[in-house]
């Protein structure tokens, strides 16, 4: 089953490699979506795939790259049908 998810993930997140990480593993577990950096000093990832490529890919990102300290996470689950990725990408 395809599930779609938006997690924020708070902390020490930017200027560390988060989103080519987030990229990295997004690749491998085949997750369609974006990750970005938002004004707050957060990041942002709205990630698509198989249910269990799904699970692994957020445990994995949740972790974040070397240098990040997670402070908070909030992770949700979204409609798919309003979404619709091609791939992953990483937004400026």
């Known amino acids: 089953m395809i599930k779609t998810k938006k997690i924020i993930i708070k902390?020490?997140?930017?200027?560390?490699?988060?989103?080519?990480?987030?990229?990295?593993?997004?690749l491998r577990y085949n997750i369609?979506?974006?990750?970005?950096?938002?004004p707050d000093g957060s990041v942002e990832v709205v990630a698509k795939?198989?249910?269990k490529n799904?699970?692994?890919?957020?445990?994995?990102?949740t972790q974040g790259p070397?240098?990040?300290l997670i402070s908070e996470i909030k992770n949700e689950e979204i409609n798919e049908n309003l979404i619709?990725?091609?791939?992953?990408?990483?937004?400026?």
């Open 11 to 26: 902390g020490i997140v930017q200027g560390v490699g988060f989103r080519s990480f987030a990229h990295f593993y997004a």
């Open 32 to 38: 369609s979506g974006y990750v970005k950096n938002l």
């Open 49 to 51: 795939g198989e249910e």
């Open 54 to 61: 799904l699970k692994d890919f957020i445990e994995t990102v």
């Open 66 to 68: 070397t240098g990040a």
């Open 84 to 92: 619709n990725f091609n791939d992953f990408r990483i937004e400026r």
